[in-house]
């Protein structure tokens, strides 16, 4: 378990480095807090590719806009890690929990590395669907805390200015994650791929990074305000 989290971080730090430049690094952002450790959860992977419309895959787009909220984070001085860097489902490195679902391995693995870390706030990234196709927007879910209701918050609003919505976050009482990780988690729902305004958005490679820039804006007011 060790070398696989050493492996994930010096991938992690490569990409960083390789990647950085597109990003200015403005003081003016930074907090003043002790440094955090962020967890970024990019949603699904490997054979998981969670919900679609046509060939556009919900696990892309979250490791997409995880790999791009990870630069953001780092670049304003923000310790941060994106637990899986490519196409992988993270139950292949789930070798401790004996169940025969690959699904309970993959969030369990999930669960275990906010854990190990150790992270102060978890931030999952996923995508919606609904069968109403006019249906849009983000939604954020979070746990029964405090912390977690802010943080959600402070994201939902941030994403609702983004996408002229004004909807409100919401308690995410069956989601395993909310339920089993100790810090102040979320899950974000970036929008629906079913609809044709925000599936424009998340697809696009402008869409994706406008929507990591909205997610660390309201990381920052919760890190600012708590």
Known sequence: MKRKCI????????????ESHAYADDSSF???FPQPI??????????????????????DINLEIGRRLYIILRSHGYETILNR??????????????????????LAQRKQLSEELPSEIVVS????????????????LHQ???????????????LNNLYGTSSLPQIGKPFYLLNHVDCP?????????SNTEDR????SKRGQQKIAEAIYGGIVQYFTAI
């Not at 949603?43 to 590719?49: C, K, N, Y």
């Not at 860097?85 to 309970?104: K, P, V």
């Not at 990234?125 to 954020?140: C, F, T």
Request: no cysteine; charged share 25%.
């Open 7 to 18: 492996s994930l971080l010096m991938l992690i730090f490569a990409y960083s480095i390789s």
């Open 30 to 32: 930074r907090h003043a």
């Open 38 to 59: 962020i967890l970024i959860d990019a949603g699904h992977g490997g054979i998981d590719g969670g919900t679609s419309y046509d060939d556009i895959l919900e696990k």
């Open 85 to 106: 860097t490519g196409d992988y489902a993270l139950s292949d490195d789930n070798r401790w929990l004996r169940n025969r679902s690959r699904h309970i391995r993959d």
């Open 125 to 140: 990234l996923h995508v919606n669907w609904g069968k109403n196709k006019s249906k849009r927007g983000p939604i954020l």
């Open 144 to 158: 029964t805390e405090g912390r977690s209701a802010f943080l959600a918050a402070s994201i939902q609003n941030s």
């Open 185 to 193: 988690a979320v899950i974000v729902e970036t929008g629906f791929l």
């Open 200 to 203: 424009d958005l998340l697809k």
